[in-house]
């Protein structure tokens, strides 16, 4: 007799197994969403199998610092780590969980580079140094020297 999965194991939506470890420890986390046009970060509790969004963030805010770029390159993700880290940090939260979902794991990627700017604005997370973007990356000067001038002074804005 073959065995049916839960709807949203076949969907390919959730992974029941690492959601069980997520609501095991009891620690908020962070779940990173790459869109064609933005980058999503949201802060997440979780009470009773239930989630509870605690601080939301689209990199499309960014256009609020003066970013004029694209919202979806590795610096606008990195800014908006940024960004969800200073919320986070004025909600109280110290700690949290990096949840990627089914995406891929890619060394370097935007994903990473959401959770160094959330790990610069002062959160703390469990994580492996060499996942994270170069920090040539980070600030854009791989993309153009300007970029990297703007990084600067919207990072300045958001620490403040």
Not at 18 to 46: C, E, M
Not at 74 to 101: F, H, M, N, Q, R
Not at 105 to 132: H, N, P, Q
Request: proline share 2%.
């Amino acid at each position: 007799m073959k065995k049916v999965f839960f709807r949203r194991r076949r969907e390919g939506r959730t992974d029941y197994k690492a959601r069980r470890g997520f609501l095991t420890s009891g620690k908020p986390r962070i779940v990173i969403r790459k869109t064609n046009r933005y980058i999503i970060a949201q802060i997440i509790k979780s009470e009773e199998a239930r989630d509870f969004i605690v601080v939301g963030v689209n990199s499309k805010e960014l256009s609020k610092f003066g970013w004029k770029n694209s919202f979806k390159n590795v610096p606008a993700a990195y800014l908006t780590g940024l960004l969800i880290g200073k919320k986070a940090s004025e909600k109280g939260i110290k700690e949290i969980i990096l949840d990627i979902g089914l995406q891929r794991s890619t060394k370097g990627s935007r994903i990473y580079s959401v959770l160094k700017g959330a790990i610069d604005a002062g959160l703390s997370v469990e994580y492996s140094k060499e996942i994270l973007p170069e920090e040539k990356r980070i600030t854009g000067i791989h993309i153009n020297e300007e970029i990297e001038k703007e990084v600067k002074r919207i990072k300045e804005k958001i620490i403040g």
